[in-house]
């Protein structure tokens, strides 16, 4: 009977092991599923690793429709027309070159079309001003709605052009190195439908690199709220806050996690919303084309033959693409582990936090709090997007910065509206919040300096 009892324990031991080891062997599996070391221009659009074959054909029919170019109506080409009536790209691809972050000038020196021009008014306090600001989270410019269209199909009238000038501001840090910055004053022209109406704002913005977009999924609500200190309650100087979003799929509000102010809550939202904005894509999100009642050849353009352009079951698969896209990730190395420590040492990862469990369990690396900071007067842009205010902004991810290079064979055009030509710059326009931290870089030792931003072209 003893010798059932320990033969029986050796078993239940031996099996115990084995479940042990195969779920440790399943957590590293699952992580290198996801992510990768692999720095070249091409890891953005690989898909993440053990698809099967119904989802890598989900995979492939979403990267057709962020890859393959749109067409106005009608046409023969009916799976893929419905462009327009105005817009600013024909593709996604064209203003996220290989899935990554977007360029600020184009090969003849004018605006990329990854710049875009968000647009928006004054609320006046009115009841229908302040419905917008609950459901839309801003009052979209009356005669040019929410953004500035660069292209219009045949026929119809694009909306203007986006023009970049700058000014240099000399700084010069502590020990007497100088650093030219570039002040953007950018400008609108050839509006074709007439100046901007009083109180209009116009935000400038470059497209974000869509690496991680997916595993921002993948980090729970609770996690990202937990660094929430609104009022400063631990007297550190940063207090970074939640924006609260009308959902228009869950229809109440989320917390917003996406776009340079994490205006939108969902990543198909934001897939539709820039359908929407950047190409004229109607969804059942956002089932209208975006002309304005100011706008009369645009109301009456030809209408494609489906009433949606972008129905449900593309726009998801469109959103499954990007959420398996591969994600890339830095080797942690002796001098990744060096610039670490200064970036911690001069308070940059209270804002850029370095990591996050994620729901499969393991760590993610986006370097973002994913909430919303006073950026200071200096990189504000007048505009309130809900619980955003004109001087906050999402901290931006830094993640997959490192392959812009590898990309767009040439250095990636940093903060929201691209002024700042490397990290050094970035750095030197940050105020507010993050005011202490950039004086604290500035009195680094050079040598620390070159070392932090080695380590961030890194990321």
Request: charged letters at 25%; aromatic letters at 10%.
């Amino acid at each position: 009977m003893k010798q059932n009892y320990n033969l029986l324990k050796k078993i239940f031991i031996l099996k115990s092991l084995v479940v042990i080891i195969a779920i440790g062997l399943f957590a590293v599996d699952n992580k290198s599923i996801y992510l990768s070391n692999d720095k070249n221009n091409s890891i953005l659009l690989k898909p993440i690793d053990n698809l099967n074959d119904e989802e890598y054909d989900k995979f492939i029919l979403g990267r057709s429709f962020f890859t393959i170019p749109w067409v106005e109506s009608p046409s023969v080409t009916t799976a893929r027309d419905g462009l327009g009536p105005l817009f600013n790209a024909n593709t996604c691809i064209t203003c996220h070159p290989s899935n990554g972050r977007g360029t600020l000038i184009n090969k003849d020196g004018f605006s990329s079309r990854s710049l875009v021009a968000r647009l928006s008014i004054k609320s006046n306090d009115s009841k229908e001003h302040q419905e917008l600001l609950k459901y839309k989270g801003f009052v979209p410019n009356s005669i040019y709605g929410n953004q500035l269209s660069i292209n219009g199909i045949h026929g119809i009238d694009f909306e203007g052009n986006i023009k970049i000038d700058f000014e240099e501001v000399e700084v010069i840090l502590p020990d007497g190195e100088k650093q030219l910055l570039l002040k953007p004053k950018y400008s609108l022209t050839n509006l074709n439908y007439g100046e901007l109406e009083k109180d209009s704002n116009v935000s400038y913005r470059i497209a974000p690199s869509l690496n991680g977009m997916g595993l921002i999924t993948l980090i729970s609500d609770e996690d990202i709220l937990k660094n929430v200190d609104e009022n400063d309650e631990n007297k550190d100087g940063i207090s970074g806050r939640a924006n609260w979003v009308y959902s228009n799929l869950t229809k109440k509000e989320e917390l917003g996690k996406y776009t340079w102010k994490a205006s939108v809550a969902s990543l198909k939202e934001q897939v539709a919303g820039a359908a929407n904005n950047d190409m004229g894509l109607t969804t059942s999100i956002f089932p209208n084309d975006n002309c304005t009642s100011f706008q009369k050849a645009c109301n009456d353009a030809p209408k494609a033959k489906d009433a949606i352009d972008l129905p449900d079951e593309r726009l998801d698969a469109v959103t499954y693409y990007l959420k398996n896209i591969k994600t890339y990730t830095p080797k942690i190395t002796k001098e990744y582990k060096e610039g670490l420590e200064i970036f911690e040492q001069i308070s940059c990862s209270k804002c850029h936090i370095s990591s996050f469990d994620t729901k499969k369990g393991f760590k993610v690396f986006p370097y973002s709090d994913f909430l919303l900071h006073d950026m200071g007067e200096e990189l504000s842009d007048g505009r309130v997007e809900f619980k955003a205010s004109q001087n906050e902004w999402r901290t931006a991810p830094l993640w997959g910065l490192a392959l812009h290079e590898k990309i767009n064979k040439e250095k990636p055009r940093l903060l929201h509206d691209g002024r700042a030509r490397s990290f050094q710059e970035a750095i030197l326009w940050h105020g507010g919040e993050a005011m202490k931290a950039k004086e604290n870089y500035m009195n680094l030792p050079k040598e620390k300096r070159e070392k932090l931003l080695k380590f961030l072209e890194e990321l």
